[in-house]
């Protein structure tokens, strides 16, 4: 669903603040903040004024590449295809990166439904490609199948 959105001409506010948990400030354009419903919300109950949002849960570092997935996808002169190339290098940089869960919660919570389908699609991409030993080293999970058990 689309909320309708004011513009007030020479008067609209062109960028505005992300605050992280460790208090590291971010700007974002009105246009790539738009990308998120949340955002999108806030700003609407404010009458478009500039405003700062604080995220308690979110690090500097997650706000940080959610920030750079929302501004890259609010550029007008960048084509799909060079998006897709963009999209496919960004999800890269998640492999073997532990950060890559935190993203697509921190995502999720802000309602950026792309960028939680791209980056769940490149977490079941890298496991497809795992062996179950490789898997099971990977999240430290044991073998249930090789513990010792009782005998019958």
């Not at 998006?83 to 960004?90: A, G, M, S, T, V």
């Not at 309602?111 to 080293?137: F, H, N, S, Y």
Request: some cysteine; charged content about 30%.
């Amino acid at each position: 669903m689309q909320y309708p959105i004011h513009h007030h001409g020479a008067g609209t506010i062109k960028d505005h603040n992300l605050k992280s948990c460790d208090n590291r400030i971010f700007v974002i354009d009105r246009e790539a903040a738009l990308k998120s419903k949340r955002f999108e919300s806030a700003m609407l109950a404010k009458e478009n004024k500039k405003i700062v949002l604080s995220y308690t849960l979110i690090t500097g570092e997650i706000l940080s590449k959610i920030v750079e997935y929302l501004s890259k996808h609010a550029e007008t002169q960048t084509s799909e295809q060079e998006l897709k190339i963009w999209d496919e290098q960004f999800v890269n940089f998640f492999n073997n990166n532990a950060i890559v869960f935190d993203v697509i919660k921190a995502a999720s919570y802000l309602q950026i439904e792309g960028l939680v389908d791209l980056l769940k699609k490149g977490v079941a991409d890298c496991l497809k490609a795992k062996t179950p030993e490789a898997l099971r080293g990977k999240f430290a999970i044991c073998n249930q199948l090789d513990l010792p058990g009782e005998e019958e």
